[in-house]
């Protein structure tokens, strides 16, 4: 068997693998950490005397998604509606 023999180019490759940062998780925290990116307290968005859940941001951040119950609907039926990222009046209620 041959002893391998190494080159300078597959050292600094080998090295420079070896120190390079994971951009695997660029949203991660820390280890050993749970909390939130933003500690502070929670903050309600919606003023909606029945249930509203299932928030998900719009692939573009732009807004946030959520299923809101009306009372005033005979068939109970929950809607689809859309709040701006910051919160304020919806934008959109599809039922």
Known sequence: MRPTRWTAFALLSLLGQSTACSHSDPFSNPQGTDTPFDPGPPVRLTLNQA?????????????ILYSAQQLDRPDTDVCLAELPATGGSQRRLIC
């Not at 249930?51 to 807004?63: F, I, K, R, T």
């Open 51 to 63: 249930h509203d859940g299932n928030p998900a941001w719009l692939a573009d951040g732009s807004g």
